[in-house]
Nanobody, 123 residues
């Protein structure tokens, strides 16, 4: 079993910054994919930023130049530095990981999600 714990959300004024963290625990051999998603009220969950095992990063157009995704492989952690926040960035932010879990004799890869952390940006 893999468990993800997010932290770092909160209330901030437009133009401010926040840093989200997501730490994974469990019988993890490696992590093949890490990503941040968000869901605004009344909207579907959308990709914000992602990073693959090779270090390739991808961002939603709306956050390019403002958000930066990074990781600490040794800690099984992924971070999202959010700068120049806008009211439209408001939502619940979720981290997603796809780890390789080794439980001999089985090896599995599944999607895991964090519980979500609220980010509210006031005008």
């Amino acid at each position: 079993q893999v468990h993800l714990v997010e932290s770092g959300g909160g209330l901030v004024q437009a133009g401010g910054s926040l840093r989200l963290s997501c730490l994974a625990s469990g019988r993890i051999s490696s992590i093949n994919y890490m990503g941040w998603y968000r869901q605004a009220p009344g909207k579907t969950r959308e990709l914000v930023a992602e990073i693959t095992s090779s270090g390739y990063t991808n961002y939603a157009d709306s956050v390019k130049g403002r958000f930066t995704i990074s990781r600490d492989i040794a800690k099984n952690a992924v971070y999202l530095q959010m700068n120049t926040l806008k009211p439209e960035d408001t939502g619940v932010y979720y981290c997603k990981m796809v780890p390789t879990v080794v439980t001999p004799p089985r090896v599995s890869e599944n999607d895991y999600w964090g519980q979500g952390t609220q980010v509210t940006v006031s005008a």
